[in-house]
Structures are given as C-alpha cells and as structure tokens.
C-alpha cells in the first residue's frame, strides 16, 4: 500500500512540474513614454511611467534598467571589446573610440522614483542600478516614474543618426528599459553589441518632432488620421511645419523600436490574412524597383513562415530602410536598403522570421542565441528555397559554414554565453549555422515529420514564456518517443565531432559483412544505403541504443526499408549483415540524405569494383 501511494504522489509531482513548466511565471510591463525630440542636436527629452508587476515568488529589493545608448561612449565595454577581439565587427572597428562629444551617445536619469517616492540608483555604464527601500512583493504591482534626457549617437551599430544609407534616426534600444528577472535570476547584462533578453508587457509611446519626418516603427499608430504620411486610408490635408506627435501602441510585446526620416516613401499592404505590412524607404532611382516588389514576396513569406512555425499573433509588421544590415524588434525590423531583389527578400524574410522565435517564444538569447539566430535562420532558408526555386538545398550553406569552423579550430560550444565567444567569426557560425544545423539534423534523427510537428508544437507551448533548450528538447522527445538527452548534451555542450566511416566489407555467394567504425567522438545514428547492380536500393535505419526508439523511415522511397539492430555508443565498430552477395552490390553509402553533420565524408561511400569480394579500410 505504501508502495501503490509513493508511485501515485510521482505521478502528480510530474504531472504538476510538467504543468508549472508549461506555465512558467513572467514579470509585466506597462509603459507609457512621451517623448520630444530636438533633431538639431540628436537629442530627447523623455518621461516614463513604468507599472511594474512581480509575478515571481522572490521579493525584489533592487531592480535594473538597460540604458543602451551608454555604449556609444570612448572606453565604453563596447568600444574595448571591439578595439581587442581579434575579428572586430567592421562596422564597428574603433569607431567609438574616435566620436567626439557631439557623436557620444548616453541616457541620463535626472530622477525616478516606485509609488511617489524616490529611490536611489547608480549609472554603471549601460545598466542603471536601483535600490529599493521597500521590496517589491510577489504578486505586487507597483509604478516606477522617470525622467531622462538622452543624446542618440551618431549611428554606429543597430542605433543612431545618419546612417550608412543617409537615414536620419535609426531609434532601437533608445529608452530605459526594465531589464528581466526570471526564474534564472536577473539579467542585468553590459551592452557590448549581441543579444537581448526583456519582458513582456504593452506600451503606450509617444514621440513628438518635426511635422516633415515620417515613422515606421512597433505597434499601431493610434492618431493616424491626424498624422497622414500614408498611414491614414482617407484623403488628409499634410501638415506643413511645426511639430507633430505620433501615438504609438504596442500590446504583449518585450520591446519598442522605431525610425524617423523627413524623406521616407511609405507603401503598405493589407494581407489576407488580416496583417498590415508597411514599408518606409528613401526614394533611389536604382532600388525602388526592389522596394516595389518586396511587399508580394513579404505576403508570401509571412504565408509561410505561419505554415511552418505557427501562427503571427499581431497585427502589424514593418520593414524599415534604417540600421546597419538587418536588425529584428517586435513587429518591425530595421534593414539597410540599397540591394538588389534577393537580397531585399533574404534580410526581410530573416528579419521577420525572428518574430517567431525573438519576439513571441523569445529565448534569453544571450544565453542561447542559438534558439534564434539558428531558428530563425532555419526558417530563413526553408522560405527563401520556397520563393527562389532552385539552389543547392535549404540548408547547404549552414553546414558547409559549420565545417569550415570546424576545420580552423576555433569553436566555441553552443552553451557559450553570446558576449563571450572568443571572436565573432565563433559566434556567428555556432549562432547562426550551426543552431541551424542543429535543427536540420534533428530531422535526419527523429525524422523530419515529427520534427516538423515538433516545431508547431513547440511555438503553441512555449509562446510568451521564454523557453529553454531543456524546454525545447522536451517538445520534441514527447513528439518522436526518441530520448535526446545525448544529443543536445553533445553538439550544444561540446565541440566534439561527428564521423562515421565505412571500415570494411567482405561477403560470399548469399551474405555480406559490412563492416562500419565510428571515428569522430560524437555518436549518431547511422542510415545506410545500399545499391544493387540489378537496380534495387535498400536502407537500413541503425538507431543508438541511448536513443530508445527509432525514426519513422516507412515512406522512404527504396525498394525495402529495415530498421537494424541499434548501436551501442561504447562501441567503436559496427558490424551489419546484408543478404546479398556481394558481387550483386553496387555500392554502400552512409548518410544518404547528408543531413548529419559528418565532418569527413570520404569514408561515407564506397563503390565496388568488379570482382572485389573483400576490402578492409587501413
């Protein structure tokens, strides 16, 4: 009896700690920010109401604000970091360094105060520290109220004015913004140029400047009939001179950008879906044209990325000419624009594949920046082989970046904290190629329908609450029925490697002894494919043991399918028996579908010459 009550109580202990895992507690923001801007000297005065709600079980005595623009400073820990990595960030470089006071940017917090009262708090280059006389309680709901001026820098990375492409406010990561604590504790980290991490909640931004200058940027423009500039659908007399004041609101979202430019063209589209695309760019004679044909392949795109990742829950979404290259922000994004056609749609469609796995999951990517740029760059590649036929398939160019980091020596692990790769060549091939690489190959382990189920299961889980890869790895354990413990432990933890080979084959009138080794460190299950001279292929299908189940492989395409006995990872060689002779084989080859990310392939194929009845691999 006692017996029959311990199995009952783990019962509903995991089913209680799966269900607290799906329904992870997030803190809440409310903003409302009204800002004026001074064009002459880049510069704005701001005033923030901030309803902060703490909705963990820990009493809160300090809490923190990123102030971004504090890095665009000589000596800053951007500027150094740059100036000593040995790969800097072009454009980057020492520029910092060489801005004089004018270019400088920064946030200076003139006061703030929780419920009235003013507390006090410390600027530590990007981070403002607060400490609070009386905690914040769990479950407490309480307003932060700020003033600050802030001077915009000119532009040199994401943020700034006057831009590469001659645009005036390129306005991200602009404002005091409450840094996140979650169940990992806070995330107060120094700006140097990577990742963020914020919360969720809904802002009400207002931002008054000059009449001429039109804004793209997150959120619905709620005045749009008194603003005109395109975003009103009725005929609207223009305001000529004086100030204007754009009313923004943005609901469930962790963060607010946007951009001003008194020449910006504004296009939008309506989609069938409900979605309203929008779209502000210079005038140029030599890409308008691109510009013009960007809104049908966004519609598509948008299509798409629905179909593969799951549903778009907002109602906008605008891609501004601004920035540095391409930069994602809830329901905007900022690109460079002078490109031609493809490369308009590429950096829009990566751009706007981060609203999936940036804006709405939204890992902490500075701790995982692999669970979107990989992700995200996954999508990417599966969208754009949708729209340009053609190609050497979706995910070519991320393996082929992913040996190439491999062979120079110099990866870093996945786990690896986003500031802190040893160069930027490091992070960007494990957050971008090789998190994709990682998703790409999970199809090859459990098989590609239930990693493709697993993605839409994973979005509709894990939306609006920060998930991790722990999160992630569930999903798609509970998905195949496959274990996957060793999987992510090995290519997210370690830098070891993956090669299989094919040692040897020996074989008479009726059998053949195929021989397999495992050479690299890493295991994985092994697919085999065998070629016979009259024709026939066969597959073989070898799971790990550690694996505990195996990928559905019935609706491959061979003459038969067999599912082999699995593989013990302790176990350097293989040995498969075939029932043909092997004088009727044509040829052996590992990894047919070359989705595993072997490092050496040339041991994967071997094709037998007439006669041969044994060979042995030295």
Same mark, same amino acid.
């Given at each position: 009896?006692?017996?029959?009550?311990?199995?009952?109580?783990?019962?509903?202990?995991?089913?209680?700690?799966?269900?607290?895992?799906?329904?992870?507690?997030?803190?809440?923001?409310?903003?409302?920010?009204?800002?004026?801007?001074?064009?002459?000297?880049?510069?704005?005065?701001?005033?923030?109401?901030?309803?902060?709600?703490?909705?963990?079980?820990?009493?809160?005595?300090?809490?923190?604000?990123?102030?971004?623009?504090?890095?665009?400073?000589?000596?800053?820990?951007?500027?150094?970091?740059?100036?000593?990595?040995?790969?800097?960030?072009?454009?980057?470089?020492?520029?910092?360094?060489?801005?004089?006071?004018?270019?400088?940017?920064?946030?200076?917090?003139?006061?703030?105060?929780?419920?009235?009262?003013?507390?006090?708090?410390?600027?530590?280059?990007?981070?403002?520290?607060?400490?609070?006389?009386?905690?914040?309680?769990?479950?407490?709901?309480?307003?932060?109220?700020?003033?600050?001026?802030?001077?915009?820098?000119?532009?040199?990375?994401?943020?700034?004015?006057?831009?590469?492409?001659?645009?005036?406010?390129?306005?991200?990561?602009?404002?005091?913004?409450?840094?996140?604590?979650?169940?990992?504790?806070?995330?107060?980290?120094?700006?140097?140029?990577?990742?963020?991490?914020?919360?969720?909640?809904?802002?009400?931004?207002?931002?008054?400047?000059?009449?001429?200058?039109?804004?793209?940027?997150?959120?619905?423009?709620?005045?749009?009939?008194?603003?005109?500039?395109?975003?009103?659908?009725?005929?609207?007399?223009?305001?000529?001179?004086?100030?204007?004041?754009?009313?923004?609101?943005?609901?469930?979202?962790?963060?607010?950008?946007?951009?001003?430019?008194?020449?910006?063209?504004?296009?939008?589209?309506?989609?069938?879906?409900?979605?309203?695309?929008?779209?502000?760019?210079?005038?140029?004679?030599?890409?308008?044209?691109?510009?013009?044909?960007?809104?049908?392949?966004?519609?598509? +795109?948008?299509?798409?990325?629905?179909?593969?990742? #799951? @549903?778009?829950?907002?109602? &906008?979404?605008?891609? =501004?000419? /601004?920035?540095?290259?391409?930069?994602?922000?809830?329901?905007?994004?900022?690109?460079?624009?002078?490109?031609?056609?493809?490369?308009?749609?590429?950096?829009?469609?990566?751009?706007?594949?981060?609203?999936?796995?940036?804006?709405?999951?939204?890992?902490?990517?500075?701790?995982?920046?692999?669970?979107?740029?990989?992700?995200?760059?996954?999508?990417?590649?599966?969208?754009?082989?949708?729209?340009?036929?053609?190609?050497?398939?979706?995910?070519?160019?991320?393996?082929?970046?992913?040996?190439?980091?491999?062979?120079?020596?110099?990866?870093?692990?996945?786990?690896?904290?986003?500031?802190?790769?040893?160069?930027?060549? +490091?992070?960007?091939?494990?957050?971008?190629?090789? #998190? @994709?690489?990682?998703?790409? &190959?999970?199809?090859? =382990?459990? /098989?590609?329908?239930?990693?493709?189920?697993?993605?839409?299961?994973?979005?509709?889980?894990?939306?609006?609450?920060?998930?991790?890869?722990?999160?992630?790895?569930?999903?798609?354990?509970?998905?195949?029925?496959?274990?996957?413990?060793?999987?992510?432990?090995?290519?997210?933890?370690?830098?070891?490697?993956?090669?299989?080979?094919?040692?040897?084959?020996?074989?008479?009138?009726?059998?053949?002894?195929?021989?397999?080794?495992?050479?690299?460190?890493?295991?994985?299950?092994?697919?085999?494919?065998?070629?016979?001279?009259?024709?026939?292929?066969?597959?073989?299908?070898?799971?790990?043991?550690?694996?505990?189940?195996?990928?559905?492989?019935?609706?491959?395409?061979?003459?038969?399918?067999?599912?082999?006995?699995?593989?013990?990872?302790?176990?350097?060689?293989?040995?498969?028996?075939?029932?043909?002779?092997?004088?009727?084989?044509?040829?052996?080859?590992?990894?047919?579908?070359?989705?595993?990310?072997?490092?050496?392939?040339?041991?994967?194929?071997?094709?037998?010459?007439?006669?041969?009845?044994?060979?042995?691999?030295?």
């Amino acid at each position: 009896m006692k017996q029959f009550f311990f199995l009952l109580s783990s019962v509903l202990l995991l089913q209680l700690s799966a269900s607290a895992q799906q329904q992870r507690w997030q803190q809440h923001v409310d903003y409302e920010m009204d800002i004026k801007m001074d064009v002459k000297k880049h510069q704005y005065e701001g005033r923030q109401k901030l309803v902060y709600t703490n909705n963990s079980p820990e009493s809160l005595d300090k809490v923190f604000y990123h102030l971004f623009f504090n890095a665009f400073q000589p000596g800053s820990m951007m500027d150094v970091r740059s100036r000593t990595i040995a790969d800097p960030d072009p454009r980057v470089g020492d520029r910092i360094a060489a801005l004089s006071e004018e270019e400088q940017g920064w946030i200076k917090v003139k006061r703030l105060s929780m419920n009235g009262k003013e507390v006090s708090f410390e600027t530590v280059g990007t981070i403002l520290e607060v400490s609070l006389e009386q905690a914040i309680a769990p479950g407490e709901q309480v307003l932060f109220e700020m003033v600050w001026d802030a001077q915009v820098p000119l532009q040199i990375r994401r943020s700034g004015w006057n831009n590469a492409e001659g645009i005036e406010f390129s306005m991200t990561q602009w404002y005091p913004k409450m840094c996140e604590y979650d169940y990992e504790g806070w995330h107060a980290n120094p700006y140097i140029g990577r990742e963020f991490h914020g919360v969720w909640g809904d802002f009400k931004v207002n931002i008054t400047l000059p009449s001429e200058y039109v804004i793209g940027g997150t959120g619905v423009l709620k005045n749009a009939q008194e603003i005109g500039h395109g975003y009103s659908d009725g005929p609207i007399e223009q305001k000529v001179g004086g100030e204007q004041t754009w009313q923004w609101v943005a609901e469930n979202v962790h963060d607010f950008a946007w951009a001003a430019d008194p020449d910006y063209q504004h296009k939008q589209l309506k989609s069938e879906s409900g979605v309203t695309f929008h779209f502000l760019y210079q005038d140029d004679p030599e890409f308008n044209a691109n510009w013009e044909e960007l809104p049908r392949f966004v519609d598509q +795109a948008f299509a798409l990325l629905s179909e593969h990742c #799951g @549903e778009y829950p907002y109602p &906008q979404y605008t891609i =501004i000419q /601004g920035g540095d290259g391409g930069m994602e922000y809830p329901m905007a994004t900022l690109i460079t624009g002078k490109r031609n056609l493809r490369s308009l749609v590429g950096v829009s469609v990566h751009e706007a594949a981060h609203s999936w796995y940036q804006g709405v999951l939204a890992t902490n990517e500075s701790l995982y920046e692999w669970m979107d740029e990989g992700f995200t760059s996954y999508a990417t590649s599966i969208v754009m082989n949708e729209l340009f036929e053609g190609g050497l398939g979706p995910h070519h160019y991320a393996y082929q970046g992913y040996y190439r980091l491999v062979a120079d020596g110099s990866e870093n692990p996945l786990i690896t904290h986003a500031d802190h790769y040893q160069t930027n060549r +490091a992070y960007g091939t494990a957050a971008y190629s090789k #998190g @994709e690489v990682l998703l790409a &190959q999970l199809g090859y =382990i459990i /098989g590609a329908e239930a990693r493709d189920a697993g993605i839409l299961s994973y979005y509709d889980t894990w939306k609006y609450k920060h998930p991790n890869p722990t999160d992630f790895k569930r999903v798609m354990e509970m998905q195949s029925g496959i274990e996957l413990d060793w999987y992510f432990q090995y290519f997210m933890n370690t830098t070891l490697t993956i090669d299989y080979g094919i040692k040897g084959i020996s074989g008479g009138k009726k059998n053949t002894s195929l021989i397999l080794e495992r050479v690299g460190d890493m295991p994985m299950p092994v697919d085999v494919l065998v070629e016979l001279k009259n024709g026939e292929s066969h597959f073989y299908s070898i799971p790990l043991r550690m694996m505990r189940g195996s990928k559905d492989f019935s609706a491959y395409e061979y003459t038969s399918s067999t599912l082999a006995a699995d593989w013990p990872w302790t176990h350097p060689e293989y040995e498969l028996e075939l029932p043909f002779a092997v004088e009727d084989i044509a040829s052996v080859q590992i990894d047919p579908s070359a989705l595993m990310a072997d490092i050496d392939q040339s041991n994967n194929f071997f094709e037998l010459i007439e006669g041969v009845r044994y060979f042995i691999r030295p």
